[in-house]
């Protein structure tokens, strides 16, 4: 059953937890702020300077969790179809959070939303074509 849970819903979840603790919760329009403050600076050897936020650590674990769910959706098997189901309830969701709620009309959110979309079209093609390929319409397949 837990081959059928989106992970990409963990740093979605994290999000909301950072804007639902900001005072006035969903209608704030802190949360850009929250995101985009630097936690600290990595010192690089071109003797540059760069600052990572919360947004960009959120961002960065987000980009590997659609790592794995890019690989996961490459299975046939019936759970699959649940994930992706799961997948764009997630979708719809993270979209009506981003249309409607100030606190989630961020950049980070929206890049957010984006990977999210990317998962559910990338599980619904991957399992059309995967579909398609163990089907055989050569007529000696008849």
């Known amino acids: 059953m837990f081959a059928a849970f989106p992970l990409l819903v963990l ?3 994290v999000y909301n937890l950072i804007a639902l603790t900001l005072t006035g919760g969903f209608s704030t ?11 600290f600076t990595i010192h690089m050897t071109s003797r540059a300077d760069w600052p990572v936020s919360l947004g960009d650590l ?4 987000a980009l590997v969790v659609l790592f794995i ?14 994930n992706h189901s799961l997948s764009m ?12 709620a100030p606190a989630f ?16 079209l990338a599980g619904f093609i991957v ?4 579909a398609r390929r163990d089907v055989d319409f050569s007529p000696d397949g008849i």
């Open 127 to 130: 399992t059309i074509v995967s």
């Open 11 to 13: 740093p979605v979840l």
């Open 58 to 61: 959120l961002l960065a674990a």
């Open 105 to 120: 009309a961020t950049s980070t959110f929206f890049l957010l939303t984006i990977m999210v979309l990317l998962d559910v």
């Open 29 to 39: 329009l802190d949360a850009g702020t929250r995101m985009s403050e630097q936690l």
């Open 69 to 82: 769910e890019l690989l996961k959706s490459t299975t046939s098997r019936r759970i699959a179809i649940i």
């Open 89 to 100: 309830i997630l979708f719809i969701v993270c979209l009506v959070e981003f249309l409607l």
